[in-house]
Structure formats: C-alpha cells, structure tokens
C-alpha cells in the first residue's frame, strides 16, 4: 500500500501560481502512471494532467501552456505547477499514481482562485 497526501493548494487571486505536491510513502519509481484530477463542485472528477514512466505528458487543453506536470523519483513526490489561474480552475485536486492493477488516490487539496 502506498499513501499519497497532496499539498499547496490554497486561495490565489486569478493570474496567480500555486505548485500543488503529492508525496508518496514509498517509492515511486516502479509506477507507470502519474496524474493530477480536478473535481469542481457538483461536477465530475476529471484529468488535468498526465505524465508517463517516460517522461510523456498530456493536458487537457484547457490548461495546456499554464500548467506542468514533474516528478521526483529521488523524494517520491509529483508536482503541478499552475500559473496564470483563472477563477474557472476553482476545484479540489487529486493526485493518482498507477502500476499493473495498483491505483492509488490522495487525499485532494483546494484549491480556490478568486479576487
């Protein structure tokens, strides 16, 4: 079992950053799939960003440019950087990590842009 606890979400004004973390209790270096969700109210959980064993990542469009997806196998930790916020980025955000048959969730972190 691998526990992942996501961090540095918060309040930020719209143009603003934020870099989200999700460390994980172990290590992540034999996972193939490293991703972040958004989950706005009264909506579905949905993919925001991918990165792959690789190094492959993909977007979902409405945040390509603005926000990336990284890795560190060395502190066991993925990241999303988020610049240039905008108020429709308001969500709770969740880090998933995937190998074989194993799934593993955070627990999600808020994340409000507002002015």
């Known amino acids: 079992q691998v526990q992942l606890v996501e961090s540095g979400g918060g309040l930020v004004q719209p143009g603003g950053s934020l870099r989200l973390s999700c460390a994980a209790s172990g290590s992540i270096s034999s996972f193939n799939v490293f991703s972040w969700y958004r989950q706005a109210p009264g909506k579905e959980r949905k993919l925001v960003a991918i990165?792959?064993?690789?190094?492959?990542?993909n977007y979902v469009d409405s945040v390509k440019g603005r926000f990336t997806i990284s890795r560190d196998n060395a502190k066991n930790t993925v990241y999303l950087q988020m610049n240039s916020l905008k108020t429709e980025d308001t969500a709770v955000y969740y880090c998933?990590?995937?190998?074989?048959?194993?799934?593993?969730w955070g627990q999600g972190t808020q994340v409000t842009v507002s002015s």
């Open positions: 990165i792959s064993r690789s190094n492959w990542t």
């Open positions: 998933n990590i995937r190998r074989s048959a194993e799934d593993y």
